[in-house]
Nanobody
Framework: QVQLVESGGGLVQSGGSLRLSCSVS????????VNWIRQAAGKERELVATIFAGASTQYTDSVKGRFTISRENDKNMVYLLMNDLKPEDSAVYYC?????????WGQGTQVTVSS
């Protein structure tokens, strides 16, 4: 059974940092693309960052230079380090992993950035 569990969200002041963690079980994170997606209240979901099986990464423009996605293969974990946070980064952050025929999601973790 595939399970993803996010953690690390919280309340932080503008300019601060958080590191989100995505614990993956039942599937190898290193063999599949893993995404961080966020959804702010009243807005559509936004793809924030992706780490591919080959470890290449991509980011949405608004977080480039501030966020870093990484993976720890021996722990089957994926991280999102978020620096220089802004109020517009406030959202529920989800990780998902693209399996062969299904995309699996975690339950999300709330990030709130105060101005």
């Amino acid at each position: 059974q595939v399970q993803l569990v996010e953690s690390g969200g919280g309340l932080v002041q503008s300019g601060g940092s958080l590191r989100l963690s995505c614990s993956v079980s039942g599937i190898h994170a290193r063999l599949n693309a893993v995404n961080w997606i966020r959804q702010a209240a009243g807005k559509e979901r936004e793809l924030v960052a992706t780490i591919f099986a080959g470890a290449s990464t991509q980011y949405t423009d608004s977080v480039k230079g501030r966020f870093t996605i990484s993976r720890e293969n021996d722990k089957n974990m994926v991280y999102l380090l978020m620096n220089d946070l802004k109020p517009e980064d406030s959202a529920v952050y989800y990780c998902n992993i693209e399996g062969r025929a299904t995309t699996y999601w975690g339950q999300g973790t709330q990030v709130t950035v105060s101005s």
